[in-house]
């Protein structure tokens, strides 16, 4: 019997919306751990009407934000869309999920995730002129869009999902307190954890935190987390990664 894996005896708070936290999960078992999954955001397809999908037919670039744009998206993409358009991605876990529907990804960050990874891009310093779409959750972030326009290029938005804060039950709430590590992986879900364990905050944030940017790992900072690490992106595989090496 193994004994000596990374994260023996050690329980993970994984914060992730349900139904992207299996794999996850799967990976801290394999690594001794064991997951409490506890979603602190739903994410609820938004409908969309024919008309908001016009500026597809003459889109250069479509942009995806998350994964979540992806799975919300890729039911409603118009084969008629420009033969010449292009696709890209804002981190790893976005580019992997656009593969695995079958979209060919053109362009994604090699140095690192987020926005500010794929604006380094060179393809993205050259959009002047170019007709950007971006598929994204309601409400999100506007520095990609203005940075591209800046750079000359004229943005569409279609907003595919929005996010709800999720309500868990007291006795997880309990049970989120004991855990040895969280993760999470947006400013938003740091929102809506400081929001659900707000009675136990100054408990709660002393328990070491993994996230997956800079960016989210300042935010988490400013609301009081001691101990934050950032992984070096927002893979699986690079979350896990985080997670075994702060213990050493």
């Known amino acids: 019997m193994v004994t000596n894996l990374p994260l023996q005896g050690q329980n993970i708070l994984v914060t992730r919306p349900e139904q992207q ?20 955001m739903d994410i609820e397809p938004l409908e969309i009407k024919s008309k908001q999908l016009a500026p597809l037919i003459q889109a250069d670039w479509l942009i995806f934000v998350s994964r979540n744009a992806v799975a919300h998206f890729v039911n409603m993409m118009p084969k008629e869309m420009a033969a010449h358009c292009q696709f890209a991605a804002v981190g790893n876990g976005t580019a992997q999920a656009m593969r695995d529907v079958g979209i060919h990804v053109h362009c994604q960050p090699t140095q690192s995730n987020g926005s500010d990874g794929l604006l380094e891009m060179p393809l993205m310093q050259q959009v002047s002129g170019k007709r950007v779409v971006i598929i994204r959750g309601k409400g999100g972030r506007e520095h990609l869009a203005k940075t591209l326009i800046e750079r000359g290029a004229s943005i569409d938005y279609i907003e595919v999902y929005e996010r709800t804060i999720s309500h868990p039950a007291e006795a997880l709430r309990q049970q989120a307190l004991r855990v040895d590590k969280v993760l999470c992986t947006s400013v938003a879900g740091v929102d809506n954890l400081k929001k659900i364990m707000a009675d136990d905050w100054l408990i709660f944030q002393r328990i070491p935190l993994v996230v997956v940017s800079d960016r989210i790992k300042q935010h988490a900072a400013d609301c009081g987390f001691n101990t934050v690490a950032v992984a070096a992106n927002a893979s699986d595989d690079a979350v896990i990664d985080m997670l075994t090496k702060m213990d050493n």
């Open 21 to 40: 936290s299996a794999e996850l999960a799967e990976l801290i078992i394999m690594q001794g751990g064991q997951p409490i999954l506890f979603p602190v």
